[in-house]
């Protein structure tokens, strides 16, 4: 049961410090529709001032009343004499709310104004994008967020840059979200950028890598397909293109990239989920990318972040043939996961794309490979398929933590091997 | 001659996975789900005129309790080029698995007693979450979807259930419970979403059966 929207939703109802001692939340399940109308009725008692928090809908799934101290005894004599069965799921909501306001209390006397955000949720864009101008605010000296392009619906892509000073520093790019029905990468990426940030000064790892280095963040890679994950389809995976002479919108942003491009481990016709795309970088939300990098010239290693698989790897995966540095490679992505498996036991697999999950053409990692980013990694997050793109919000702060030590180890090993 | 794989290569996955559905398929209901948690041991050998045979020495966990595991020895034969001939899977349990007899009871009750057929959609929600009640709901289309997860599979496909799109209960005259389900199955290889509808059967004593199941259109805004 959800604490947050208790309070919410209490504290939207009085405007003033209204007292709630000995009110109840009841849990109701009708068993037939004659009892879902009894509900309704009872709804609609005006002297009762009852309110349901989750409606009776059809028989046999629960429905939640809040009952105010003085009906209490009303309510539970019409429901046990039409013998609907219920169960006191909140005894006392006064002492609920006493309990939450500590908890809130105390969490905005340890941190700041980033803490109101909850990392726990997953979130719109909308508020993701307002959260970042939160951080840049919070760590001015730190944080800044640039524009690197728009998407194909006019949205614009955001990056966090993560500096201390310097000119032109060697860099480290992280994106998630470039798949947009993947919500747990976005949500990890904006724990890992606040952790980045509230880091620095206090973590002797990422103090040394940003004392040496800039970190570029882009959490929503693909805004226009999370923006239709939101409105219309959950499973959106592609960006939202119209492609000529097709009724199917969208392009692979992760089989687009110059890399192997075209090849048969990626589509020709716009209706498949891997579809290539008309020309390498023909997607804005991969060319912005792409300029970005090559414009820079000093990044030393890119951080693509999926999910889901549990799986860290890096290239080839337009080809079978070993990469040249695939020891160096291997061996960092084999600590990676050992530091990540350490911290809750989640076991990941690891090793080049196209021997661990698939061959797959014209993806990010080796076109940045291939462009001289040594150090190219993909990470494929929780979980291995229970829940999948669907990963319940309860994961994200573990996803995420397990993940930063994994992703540190990368850094460090970038910022101790520079080339 | 059998050559012995690595773990993580991705056809021993693939393999490794369609032998978990297959036994959950056999072995689970709305009260036990069983799912992958590691493969041991993976070798393959080429059979000529026949196909190729995977050998896996695998983990299973119970969705329900991680800390529950098994061991499991499974072969999965995927057959030369018939494309529409599902692969033979064969496999043992080494050990005991909980028994859910009461938790069944429960839920069949439950459902039995329902003046009203159940009918729900979006299982899990876009947040992962899945209410209690219909957790064992969840967990049967887990199990039966090993049933046409396992009869589509082939070396170049890994698929799981995505989501529960939509699931109504059909009441039945006898003493079995019927459930028509659609569910989104998601395909790891070509990364299709592919709507699937299926009939499913479930008793206590006499598990969980695919009656009838067809693949569904995409809709044009999908």
């Known amino acids: 049961m959800k604490i947050l929207p208790v309070f919410a939703t209490l504290v939207a109802a009085a405007c003033s410090e209204q007292l709630f001692v000995g009110d109840q939340v009841l849990r109701i399940t009708a068993s037939d529709e004659l009892q879902i109308t009894l509900l309704r009725v009872l709804g609609e008692q005006a002297e009762l001032q009852v309110d349901f928090w989750r409606h009776p809908t059809s028989p046999g799934l629960p429905a939640d009343l809040w009952v105010p101290f003085p009906s209490l005894q009303a309510v539970k004599i019409f429901l046990e004499s039409n013998s609907i069965s219920y169960s006191i799921m909140i005894e ?256 990941y697999t690891y090793g080049s794309v196209a021997d661990t999950i698939y061959m797959a053409d014209g993806t990010t990692i080796d076109w940045a490979y291939e462009n001289g980013v040594k150090y190219s990694f993909t990470f494929e997050l929780r979980d291995t398929g229970r829940y999948g793109f669907l990963l319940p919000s309860t994961q994200i702060i573990p996803t995420a933590t397990e993940t930063w030590p994994a992703l540190l180890d990368i850094m460090v090993h970038v910022l101790e091997h520079p080339y | 001659a059998a050559m012995e794989l690595p773990l993580s290569h991705r056809s021993v996955t693939r393999a490794a996975a369609l032998a978990a559905h297959c036994a959950c398929y056999q072995r689970g209901g709305p009260g036990r789900g069983l799912a992958l948690r590691a493969v041991r041991r993976a070798s393959r050998q080429d059979i000529d005129d026949v196909g190729r045979k995977y050998h896996l020495e695998l983990v299973l966990e119970d969705v329900l309790d991680k800390d529950s595991t098994v061991n499991c020895t499974a072969e999965v034969l995927y057959h030369l080029g018939h494309k529409n001939v599902a ?84 009441k039945r005259s006898d003493e079995y419970l019927e459930f028509d389900y659609v569910i989104l199955l998601h395909e790891m290889v070509s990364q299709e979403i592919i709507p699937w509808q299926m009939t499913v059967l479930w008793h206590p004593q006499h598990g969980v059966q695919v009656t009838q199941d067809s693949r569904q259109l995409k809709h044009a805004s999908e």
């Open chain 1, 92 to 347: 006392d909501v006064q002492e609920l709310l006493d309990e939450e306001k500590k908890t809130m209390t105390r969490s905005r006397r340890i941190q700041r104004s980033t803490s109101m955000f909850d990392f726990a949720s997953y979130h719109t864009l909308d508020e993701i994008y307002d959260w970042m101008d939160m951080l840049v605010d919070d760590h001015p000296s730190l944080v800044s967020k640039i524009q690197i392009g728009q998407s194909y619906e006019n949205r614009p892509l955001y990056v966090l840059k993560f500096s201390t000073g310097g000119s032109n520093r060697s860099a480290i790019w992280l994106d998630t979200g470039i798949h947009s029905r993947e919500w747990i990468t976005q949500a990890t990426g904006i724990w890992t950028a606040n952790r980045i940030a509230e880091g620095y000064g206090q973590d002797p790892s990422i103090t040394a890598i940003l004392d040496s280095m800039d970190i570029f963040f882009e959490i929503v890679t693909n805004p226009d397909g999370f923006a239709f994950t939101h409105s219309s389809n959950r499973m959106w995976r592609k960006t939202r293109s119209i492609n000529a002479g097709s009724h199917c919108v969208g392009v692979d942003p992760n089989r687009n990239w110059d890399a192997g491009f075209g090849g048969s481990s990626s589509s020709s016709n716009p209706c498949s989920e891997v579809y290539r795309g008309p020309y390498v970088h023909s997607e804005s939300e991969v060319k912005a990318i792409v300029d970005f990098i090559l414009g820079h010239g000093n990044v030393k290693s890119v951080i693509s972040i999926h999910s889901y698989s549990q799986m860290l790897l890096f290239p080839y995966g337009y080809k079978k043939a070993t990469a040249p540095d695939y020891e160096e490679l291997n061996e960092l992505a084999k600590k990676a996961v050992t530091d990540l498996a350490a911290v809750y036991g989640t076991q």
């Open chain 2, 87 to 170: 692969p033979d899977v064969q496999f043992t349990i080494e050990g005991e698995l909980k028994n859910t007899d009461e938790a069944d009871n429960i839920f069949y009750n439950r459902i039995k007693s329902l003046e009203i057929e159940l009918v729900a959609e979006n299982i899990p929600d876009s947040h992962g979450n899945i209410s209690p009640e219909m957790e064992p709901i969840h967990l049967l289309a887990w199990v039966a979807s090993g049933y046409v997860i396992w009869q589509n599979s082939t070396e170049k496909t890994k698929f799981q259930l995505a989501q529960i799109k939509h699931v109504k209960q059909v």
